[in-house]
């Protein structure tokens, strides 16, 4: 069962960018769909971005413009560019399958921390 590793969390300003990278155990070029999800305090973990295997991409109308989701399956590793980091982005951060029968056990997420 393949395991992903989120990285790249941090404290940033208002305004400012980070790329957060998640990793995996083994080949993703067998899950269709990777999403990376967020929960922020008191509330429950939403889905912000997904990327598709052939390369389509969604995502939530609160993160449209400023993030960015990419797929290396070669290094099997998923990417999100986030910029213009608002307040209202500070949650942990974590990827995983998006349809259930490829969804596996959560892992740490990286936390991102948004504040002057």
């Known amino acids: 069962q393949v395991q992903f590793v989120e990285s790249g969390g941090g404290l940033v300003q208002p305004g400012g960018s980070l790329r957060l990278s998640c990793t995996a155990s083994r080949s993703i070029r067998s899950i269709l769909i990777v999403g990376w999800y967020r929960r922020a305090p008191g509330k429950q973990r939403e889905l912000v971005a997904g990327i598709v295997d052939n390369g389509n991409k969604e995502y939530a109308d609160s993160v449209k413009g400023r993030f960015t989701i990419s797929r290396d399956n070669a290094k099997k590793t998923v990417y999100l560019q986030m910029n213009n980091l608002t307040p209202e982005d500070t949650a942990v951060y974590f990827c995983?399958?998006?349809?259930?029968?490829?969804?596996?056990?959560w892992g740490q997420g990286t936390q991102v921390t948004v504040s002057s």
């Open positions: 995983n399958g998006f349809r259930p029968q490829e969804q596996v056990p």
